[in-house]
């Protein structure tokens, strides 16, 4: 059975201000989405941990910047946002709390965009490709709960979304099916960060 370096992901702190980050070189992953597209789910299900991040059906649910540990660096999980049942002053400053981390975060080396399967490419997903790609960033783009839809449904969004990526003119941007509940696109989706982090199966560095 293959390793997942990612089963010894721990809780590190939460950030309500992008100053509260560790002042460290370490390198970062963020994880975002739409409020209830699945972003927690999937990073429990990437970890193999069914507890590391709240699951909530409200959405915004996450309010801070949430990080974790990891081999090799650290995965953060950002305020999920969009929709969500809280004041438009609040969802206002967790949207100025997400820009900053994403315009200003040194660490950041990557960004994995959750976007439910069904309602990809919102106005929200596209301001985070553009942040992204303001930096030079690479996204990996997980179109979650697949397992609603049928295959030939599945595929064709998927494509339909890998057009649009090609249309923006964001190569470094690539697009994948996934679900936490069927696993698919799971184990891939763990590569593509390793490769990001430069660790093998067992958390050790890969040989330069």
């Not at 990612?6 to 002042?23: G, H, I, M, W, Y």
């Not at 650290?74 to 049942?85: M, S």
Request: proline letters at 6%.
């Amino acid at each position: 059975m293959t390793q997942n370096p990612f089963a010894r992901a721990q809780f590190l702190l939460s950030c309500a201000r992008t100053a509260q980050l560790p002042d460290d070189r370490a390198p970062e992953i963020a994880f975002a989405g739409r409020s209830n597209a699945g972003k927690s789910s999937a990073l429990n299900a990437l970890c193999g941990q069914k507890q590391l991040a709240r699951v909530s059906k409200t959405p915004g649910r996450t309010q801070l910047l949430n990080l974790f540990e990891v081999p090799g660096g650290r995965l953060v999980d950002l305020p999920g946002y969009g929709y969500a049942q809280v004041p438009g002053e609040v969802r206002r400053d967790w949207g100025k709390l997400i820009g900053a981390y994403m315009e200003t975060r040194d660490n950041l080396i990557g960004a994995v965009l959750i976007m439910d399967i069904r309602h990809p490419l919102t106005d929200f997903d596209t301001q985070m490709l553009d942040w992204s790609a303001s930096r030079r960033l690479p996204v990996h783009c997980l179109l979650t709960k697949a397992d609603k839809l049928g295959y030939g449904a599945a595929k064709n969004t998927l494509l339909q979304v890998q057009q649009a990526i090609t249309d923006r003119d964001q190569p470094e941007t690539t697009v994948a099916l996934f679900s936490s509940t069927s696993r698919q696109g799971l184990d891939p989706a763990r590569q593509h960060l390793m490769g990001w982090l430069g660790i093998g199966p067992d958390g050790q560095p890969l040989a330069a």
